[in-house]
């Protein structure tokens, strides 16, 4: 079955940076667009960045940008998201999430979920 299995998470203070990772199995990795979503407490689920099946895309929610970058290793089936100048506003459960790729936008329709890591900034 699919497994997406996300690690890294922490406690970190606001400037700080950490890299989050996501193993996954049980599907053709470099069929997949991958995703990560992050969900603070109180509020919905949003999207943070996106990245198309062989790495040469990537996309941004404008919160994170210039600050979070994604990558992915398709020889690993792992995916990142390495993140700098945390900030408390960042705190929230991030998410791993794959969809087959030419399906929706960078930011809808994903299919397979992570349980998710807690990331926790401290000011």
């Known amino acids: 079955q699919v497994q997406l299995v996300e690690s890294g998470g922490g406690l970190v203070q606001a400037g700080g940076s950490l890299r989050l990772s996501c193993a996954v199995s049980g599907v053709t990795f470099s069929l997949y667009t991958m995703g990560w979503f992050r969900q603070a407490p109180g509020k919905e689920r949003e999207f943070v960045a996106a990245?198309?099946?062989?790495?040469?895309?990537?996309y941004y929610a404008d919160s994170v940008k210039g600050r979070f970058t994604i990558s992915r290793d398709n020889a690993k089936n792992a995916l990142y998201l390495q993140m700098n100048s945390l900030k408390p506003e960042d705190t929230a459960v991030y998410y791993c999430a794959a969809k087959l790729r030419g399906t929706g936008s960078y930011t809808d329709k994903y299919g397979y979920w992570g349980q998710g890591t807690q990331v926790t900034v401290s000011s």
């Open positions: 990245v198309s099946w062989s790495g040469g895309t990537t």
